[in-house]
């Protein structure tokens, strides 16, 4: 199994709505990441996890949460978030060593929009 | 600071033409490197990545890409290109995280490939 799967694949939530995105692969990588993509945009880091432990976190505002209750799994936990928020959410794992982005696999995504 | 420069916003090229993609980097060590591509509404797929070595790279759907450390560039190749190959590819360039490891990527602002048939 290559797969990082995410869900949902599509979300549509209100500024005063609580949601979570979830994330989750069975190849044994013990490094897991959030990146957002705005429309016609690069993909922008925001959460690296490392053995279950938060590694990085590129100063994302508050209203998004990381979890990472198990090394299969990774949730983002959102809470009054803003209209600007409205971008594709894609999860990646890999292999934590040294140059762990040496192979980073990437699920489809959580194209979320914020109204 | 890391970054990543890809010239071309959108390339049209028809199909069974060759193909080229330009991405410049700018790193003080020598760089990890990527190419990756994504399909409308999907998430990205690595197609080759140089770290060391041999600075011709082969990777997966016939690209190849060419480290020129005296140009700062990794530009992607196809001799021919399909229709299938319409999408976007950024290149990438490995940065350090916290705590040393090489753990974050920084891409480039992506080339939208159009083939025409």
């Known amino acids: 199994d290559t797969e990082v799967t995410q869900t949902p694949k599509h979300l549509v939530m209100g500024m005063t709505n609580k949601k979570s995105l979830k994330c989750e692969q069975h190849?044994?990588?013990?490094?897991m990441y959030w990146y957002k993509q705005k429309a016609k945009k690069p993909p922008e880091l925001m959460f690296v996890?490392?053995?279950?432990?938060?590694?990085i976190n590129e100063s994302v505002p508050s209203r998004f949460s990381p979890e990472c209750p198990n090394s299969s799994l990774l949730n983002l936990h959102l809470h009054a978030l803003q209209p600007e928020d409205s971008a594709l959410y894609l999860c990646?794992?890999?292999?934590?060593?040294?140059?762990?982005?040496?192979?980073?696999?990437f699920g489809s995504g959580t194209q979320l929009s914020v109204l | 600071a890391q970054s990543v420069t890809q010239p071309d916003i959108h390339i049209t090229v028809s199909e069974g033409a060759s193909l080229e993609l330009r991405c410049n980097y700018s790193?003080?060590?020598?760089?990890?490197l990527f190419w990756y591509v994504q399909s409308p509404g999907q998430g990205l797929q690595l197609l080759l990545k140089?770290?060391?070595?041999?600075?011709l790279v082969q990777g997966i759907k016939g690209f190849e890409a060419e480290f020129k450390r005296s140009q700062s560039s990794f530009n992607l190749r196809k001799p021919s290109v399909h229709w299938s190959d319409a999408a976007e590819y950024f290149c990438?360039?490995?940065?350090?995280?916290?705590?040393?490891?090489?753990?974050?990527?920084?891409f480039g602002t992506g080339t939208l490939l159009a083939v025409q048939p």
């Open positions: 990646a794992s890999s292999q934590d060593r040294g140059v762990s982005i040496e192979k980073l696999f």
């Open positions: 190849m044994g990588h013990r490094a």
């Open positions: 996890y490392s053995y279950e432990k938060l590694s």
């Open positions: 790193y003080g060590a020598t760089p990890y």
């Open positions: 140089y770290f060391s070595g041999d600075t």
């Open positions: 990438a360039v490995g940065a350090r995280g916290y705590g040393g490891a090489t753990n974050k990527l920084i």
